[in-house]
């Protein structure tokens, strides 16, 4: 089975600075897809970023960056120009690219507190 | 409305109460989704449907019983659940496998019981 570790349960990072907010997965899997969604206090959960395993060019969406190492299963998530509505929970999640399996099922880290400090 | 809408968005039952959790999304996926959401855990996947067949069932306890009449609607029948039951319930759709697999959430029940 998958698993996802955030080992990250709370981060502060300065508005206007950089942060990089850490996720690590186990798969025996070659094609699979990740994932990082934001959930503001109160707010609905949504996507920030996703990534396809078999392309080798880090996803970018914005301020919001990934990098991600295959080989070492980490897939962190960078957000540059910190403001203050980037503050809420990070969950990452993983997801089988295994279609015929017929499984929809997303697995997700327990998640990163981000804090933006005025 | 647009999205995943789901009602009501707070509830407080007894343990012997009966309620229903719904879920509605506007979004045209073939794909819903119920999660439990508890403090300083995953999210926990409960049940799955596509076009309205029930895919997969997590070892969730018979006090949940979900129903999908449509592509469209999800429910999440609830009876004589436990304290430890009290979570953030979430429903999510999403289009698969055509949708680049993104689940899009709802805001959540916030369900207590006592």
């Known amino acids: 089975a998958q698993t996802v570790t955030q080992s990250q349960p709370e981060m502060s990072v300065q508005e206007a600075e950089t942060v990089t907010l850490s996720c690590t997965y186990d798969?025996?899997?070659?094609?699979?897809?990740l994932f990082w969604y934001k959930q503001p206090p109160s707010r609905q959960m949504i996507l920030v970023i996703r990534q396809e395993a078999y392309k080798q060019q880090n996803a970018t969406e914005n301020r919001f960056s990934v990098n991600f190492q295959k080989a070492a299963k980490s897939f962190s998530l960078k957000i540059s120009d910190s403001q203050l509505g980037d503050a809420a929970m990070y969950f990452c999640?993983?997801?089988?690219?295994?279609?015929?399996?017929?499984?929809?099922?997303?697995?997700f880290g327990k998640g990163t507190k981000l804090s933006v400090i005025p | 409305e647009t999205g995943v809408t789901q009602t009501p968005r707070h509830l407080v039952m007894g343990m012997t109460n009966k309620k229903s959790l719904k879920c509605e999304q506007h979004l045209g996926h073939n794909a819903m989704y119920w999660y439990k959401q508890s403090a300083k855990k995953p999210l926990e996947l409960m049940f799955v449907?596509?076009?309205?067949?029930?895919?997969e069932n997590n070892s969730v306890p018979s006090r949940f019983s979900p129903e999908c009449p449509n592509s469209s609607h999800l429910f999440l029948h609830l009876h004589t659940l436990q304290p430890e039951d009290s979570a953030l319930y979430l429903c999510a759709s999403s289009q698969d496998p055509s949708g680049g697999y993104e689940q899009f959430f709802g805001p959540g029940t916030r369900l207590t019981v006592l």
């Open positions: 999640a993983y997801r089988s690219g295994d279609t015929l399996a017929g499984s929809y099922q997303l697995t």
């Open positions: 798969t025996s899997e070659s094609d699979y897809y």
């Open positions: 449907y596509n076009f309205k067949e029930q895919t």
